[in-house]
Structure formats: C-alpha cells, structure tokens
C-alpha cells in the first residue's frame, strides 16, 4: 500500500496568512494527488485534483503543487471559512489511501 | 450535480452484519464512474473501504478485504455495502462517494456497533 503522510498534524495560522500543508507519498503517484476540505459534521469536499486542478467552485486562493512523492497545498490568505481539517488521497493505485489529515486552526 | 445519501441501521450489535445502501441521483450508476465507501471513525481521520466500477469490477482496502463486499442494483440506481463481523473498532460515519478522485460524497451516516 503506498502510505500517505502529512505534515504538520497543527497549523495554527492568523486570518490572513499564508498555510503550507505537506504530503508525502512512500512511492510515486505520478500526478492522481488529490486534497479534500473537511468541516465538523460535514463530509469532506474535494479541492484539488490531478496534484494542482482546482475542482469546481473552488477559490484560487487555494493551489496544490509537487510530483512523484513530495506535495503541497498552499492557501493563500486565509479566510475564517478555511479553518478545517485538510486530507491528501493518492488515486494512482490500489488501494487508495488518505494522509493522515493536518488541522489548520486559528492563531 | 451527482447526489448520494446512505441510508441503513444505526446500530449494529457485534458479530453481526453492517448493511448501507447509498441512492444516487441526477446520474446513472450505468453510466461510468467508481462507486465507493470511505469510513471515518470518531475524532480520527478517513479511511478508504472499497470501490466498485459501474463494469462490477471491485477493490478493496486489504485490511478489511476478508469482510466486506459492496454491490450495485442498477434498477434501483443505488450500490450498497456489507460489512460482516463486526466489532466495537467498526463504528464510524460511512460515506457512499463517487469519482476518481472523490468528487461527490453523501452527507454520511454513523453506525455505532454496540450491544
């Protein structure tokens, strides 16, 4: 199974700031890297896929970079409604696996 | 927009078997795509359980392979998933999602395996 890990498990960051999240893949995936938003008591919400194609509707605030093993999603400025649990998935090979989630909370 | 929503038990009592099904609307199961079940336990992080292709060909998380099996009924535009055996460390919110990636989820549904 290729082994998703993201870092850090924290962010705290101020309104308005910059976030980088990292994910790391124990094997290529090419580029199927996804990144999804989670909210309490929400499902999650696909942001970005294909390692930087932002999905439908999402703000261009938010952009993913990387390739073969080494990601990142970065968000901008960040807004109140950003605070959120971020997951990176892997879909290049079976079975497909999720990081382990970085909580951006605010500063 | 494609639409899912699990429906199923709430409670399942230890040893016995979980059984979800998701209805999807505004797109036919036929049509294309990869069918699939995500779980996410309380307070923890996701976990991929398996996807079916709308062919019938399936996968599986290797470490639940042994227990679970997921369906499609395409009379009734749904796919469902079964989950034998369970325990305690089953419990969890079980999305239905579709997509490659997970472009559409359910809204989720939690089943609590207690006796």
């Known amino acids: 199974d290729i082994v998703m890990t993201q870092s850090p498990a924290t962010l705290s960051v101020s309104p308005g700031e910059r976030a980088t999240l990292s994910c790391r893949a124990s094997?290529?995936?090419?580029?199927?890297l996804a990144w999804y938003q989670q909210k309490p008591g929400q499902a999650p919400r696909l942001l970005i896929y294909?390692?930087?194609t932002r999905a439908t509707g999402i703000p261009a605030r938010f952009s993913g970079s990387g390739s073969g093993t080494e990601f990142t999603l970065t968000i901008s400025s960040l807004q109140s409604e950003d605070f959120a649990v971020y997951y990176c998935?892997?879909?290049?090979?079976?079975?497909?696996?999720f990081g382990q989630g970085t909580k951006v909370e605010i500063k | 927009q494609v639409q899912l929503q699990e429906s199923g038990p709430g409670l399942v009592k230890p040893s016995e078997t979980l059984s979800l099904t998701c209805t999807v609307s505004?797109?036919?199961?036929?049509?294309?795509?990869?069918w699939g079940w995500i779980r996410q336990p309380p307070g923890q992080g996701l976990e991929w359980i398996g996807s079916?292709?709308?062919?019938?060909?399936?996968y599986f998380n290797p470490s639940l392979k042994s227990r679970v099996s997921i369906s499609l009924d395409t009379s009734k535009n749904q796919f469902s998933l079964k989950l034998i055996s369970v325990t305690a460390a089953d419990t969890a919110v079980y999305y239905c999602?579709?997509?490659?990636?997970?472009?559409?989820w359910g809204q989720g549904a939690l089943v609590t395996v207690a006796s």
């Open positions: 999602a579709t997509g490659s990636p997970l472009l559409y």
């Open positions: 505004r797109y036919s199961i036929n049509s294309g795509y990869y």
């Open positions: 079916i292709f709308h062919t019938g060909g399936a």
């Open positions: 094997q290529s995936v090419p580029s199927y």
């Open positions: 294909a390692v930087s």
């Open positions: 998935q892997q879909y290049n090979d079976w079975p497909w696996t």
